[in-house]
């Protein structure tokens, strides 16, 4: 059982946008920044978003990270068939003194 | 380039033991904090525990204390992950990943991972 919770699955056709929904605690997105990653199949996870909505060089701003309160969400805009991968969230735990992550959504492209 | 290169898969058998590594190369290793994080057949991605290269402070889940070793050696820029003695469930892929704070889980640059298989 995750400590923020992700829908497990997510689709939607090319050009469509979608959302991701990420949920926790005061003690975690209350209080602290979220962090999304991707992770394309049989790859290793790769940073997305930042600081709630800050995006890394190269990462297309089709990609946003809106957080209210105790959620955050994923927006990606513009979808296209190389965004199928699956995401997670994660944000620092005050209680737990650990980062904690979401389960894992998994973004299918039709 | 910044990377991190992580060690070989490995198949072992359970009650064995095992070190897996995970080296820096292009920036200043000890500045940066190293996560390691698991990722089980199928499942999602789970943190297990963090070091700080120039002085070997260690924090680790508590999921994972007392389960396995994190250790790193300033002088080849490397750290490790190690089991005195491996069970099945410990089958996983392990990544290495680059972290700038403790507390803050912005990891930016990620080792491609090492598979560990442990079966009799």
């Known amino acids: 059982q995750s400590v923020l919770t992700q829908p497990p699955s997510a689709s939607g056709t090319p050009g469509q946008r979608v959302t991701i929904s990420c949920s926790g605690s005061?003690?975690?997105?209350?209080?602290?920044?979220v962090y999304w990653y991707q992770q394309l199949p049989g790859t290793a996870p790769k940073l997305l978003i930042y600081?709630?909505?800050q995006r890394p060089s190269g990462v297309p701003d089709r990609f946003s990270g809106p957080k209210s309160g105790t959620s955050a969400s994923l927006a990606i805009s513009g979808l296209r068939s190389e965004d199928e991968a699956d995401y997670y969230c994660v944000a620092w735990d005050d209680s737990l003194s650990v980062p904690v992550f979401g389960g894992g959504t998994k973004l299918t492209v039709l | 380039e910044v990377q991190l290169v992580q060690s070989g898969a490995e198949v072992k058998k359970p009650g064995e033991s095992l070190k897996i590594s995970c080296k820096g190369y292009?920036?200043?290793?000890?500045?940066?904090?190293i996560g390691w994080v698991r990722q089980m057949p199928g499942k999602g991605l789970e943190w297990m525990g963090i070091i700080f290269p120039s002085d070997s402070d260690t924090r680790y889940s508590p999921s994972f204390q007392g389960q396995v070793t994190i250790s790193a050696d300033k002088s080849t820029s490397t750290a490790y992950l190690q089991w005195s003695s491996l069970k099945a469930s410990d089958t996983a892929i392990y990544y290495c990943?680059?972290?700038?704070?403790?507390?803050?889980?912005?990891?930016?640059?990620w080792g491609t991972g090492t598979t560990v298989s442990v079966s009799s």
């Open positions: 990943a680059r972290i700038e704070d403790y507390g803050a889980p912005l990891m930016d640059v």
């Open positions: 292009g920036y200043s290793f000890t500045t940066y904090w």
């Open positions: 600081r709630n909505n």
């Open positions: 005061s003690s975690n997105i209350g209080s602290n920044y």
